[in-house]
C-alpha cells in the first residue's frame, strides 16, 4: 500500500494558490484514475484506488499547511506504514516553473509543510517537488505562495499535472525514471520532424556525346589535314 500525500491549505480561498499545487496533483490522479469520491477521515480528505496493482490512498490534509504532519502521522499509524510508503508532492521554490525532481529523504528548506511532516513522522519519506519559481526575496515569499497562479500559467501547470496523472502508476511501482519520463512528455515533448529539407535544384540532364562515325581512313586524313 502507498500513500500519496498533496500538500495545500483547506477551503476555496486557497485551491488555486501556487502553495496548493499538491492538491491540485492529487486531485488529477484521483479523477483520471476512477479513485473513490473524496471523503472526511483522518483531519483531512481522502480518496482511494488503485495503481499498477497497488492498492493506493490520496491524502490532502485539511489541518492548514503548518500542521500537515499531524494528518499525514494518523494516516501512518491507522493503515500501519512506514515512511518508505509516503510520497508527498508539494511546491518547491528552488526550482522553475515547470520543473519536478523526485527525491528521498533531505531537509526541508524552510517549507512549513515538510517541516510539519519531519516533526511527526521523520524525514526519509519521498517527495515529488513541484516548482513553481522564486519571488525574488525572502520577504515577498509568503505573499507569493499564498497567491493564486497567474494566467500564464496556465499552460505549464496544465501540462505538469497531466504528466503526473500520466506517469503515476510508474511512481506507485517505484520506477522514478518512467514517471519522470511520463512528465517530460507533456512539459517538454520532443520536436516533430516537419522540417523539410531543403530543396536540392534539378540535376542537369547530361547529353550523351555525339559518336565518330568517320572510317579509319578519314580518320587519318582529317589528323593529317589538321597538322599541317
Do not use: C
Not at 492538491?23 to 480528505?45: E, N, V
Not at 519536478?100 to 526519509?124: C, E, F, P, W, Y
Amino acid at each position: 500500500m502507498k500513500l500519496f500525500v498533496g500538500l495545500g491549505n483547506p477551503g476555496a480561498k486557497y485551491a488555486h494558490n501556487r502553495h496548493n499545487i499538491g492538491f491540485m496533483a492529487l486531485d488529477h490522479i484521483a479523477a483520471d484514475h476512477g479513485f473513490s469520491p473524496w471523503r472526511s477521515k483522518f483531519q483531512g480528505s481522502v480518496s482511494e484506488g488503485n495503481l499498477a496493482g497497488e492498492k493506493v490512498i490520496l491524502l490532502k490534509p485539511e489541518t492548514f499547511m503548518n500542521l500537515s504532519g499531524q494528518s499525514v502521522g494518523e494516516a501512518m499509524r491507522f493503515y500501519k506504514l512506514t515512511p518508505d510508503d509516503v510520497t508527498v508532492f508539494h511546491d518547491e521554490l528552488d526550482l522553475a516553473p515547470s520543473k519536478i525532481r523526485v527525491k528521498k529523504g533531505g531537509g526541508h528548506a524552510g517549507h512549513n509543510g515538510l517541516r510539519s511532516m519531519h516533526q511527526h513522522i521523520g524525514d526519509t519519506y519521498a517527495r515529488v517537488r513541484m516548482g513553481i519559481g522564486h519571488p525574488g526575496h525572502k520577504d515577498r515569499v509568503a505573499g507569493y505562495v499564498l497567491h493564486d497562479f497567474a494566467k500564464a500559467d496556465q499552460d505549464w501547470l496544465d501540462d505538469v499535472l497531466r504528466g503526473i496523472s500520466d506517469g503515476i502508476a510508474e511512481l506507485a511501482k517505484g520506477d522514478s525514471g518512467k514517471f519522470m519520463n511520463a512528465i517530460a512528455l507533456r512539459t517538454a515533448p520532443p520536436r516533430s520532424s516537419g522540417t523539410k529539407a531543403p530543396k536540392q535544384p534539378p540535376a542537369k540532364e547530361e547529353k550523351p556525346e555525339p559518336q565518330d562515325t568517320r572510317s579509319g581512313l578519314q580518320k587519318l586524313a582529317d589528323k593529317f589535314r589538321g597538322s599541317s
